[in-house]
């Protein structure tokens, strides 16, 4: 089975950074999209960002000019750096992969906290 392990997420003071790193340790089957998602307290799950081997990412507006997130194909990780961080950031971010044809994956989360 795919098993996606999270790390980087923390509490950090407005305007700050994180980066967050998600690596899938077994590789066992191909990457189609690897990406990112949030859930705050009360809402539903998100899309952040989301990047195909291909380099392409796709990005909520609300993160856009602020947060970026890249690939590495042959370590099978993927990662989301984000700056000028807001009290709105703050929820639990999820990694995700979508294979082809062998399923969508989630990884366990991190807390990301945001402080005023």
């Known amino acids: 089975q795919v098993q996606l392990v999270e790390s980087g997420g923390g509490l950090v003071q407005t305007g700050g950074s994180l980066r967050l790193s998600c690596t899938d340790s077994r590789n066992i089957f191909s990457i189609k999209t690897m990406g990112w998602y949030r859930q705050a307290p009360g809402k539903q799950r998100e899309l952040v960002a989301v990047?195909?081997?291909?380099?392409?990412?796709n990005y909520a507006d609300s993160v856009k000019g602020r947060f970026t997130i890249s690939i590495d194909t042959l370590k099978n990780m993927v990662a989301l750096q984000m700056n000028s961080l807001k009290p709105e950031d703050t929820a639990v971010y999820y990694c995700?992969?979508?294979?082809?044809?062998?399923?969508?994956?989630w990884g366990q989360g991190t807390q990301v906290t945001v402080s005023s």
């Open positions: 990047i195909n081997t291909g380099n392409y990412a």
């Open positions: 995700n992969k979508d294979t082809y044809g062998h399923g969508i994956y």
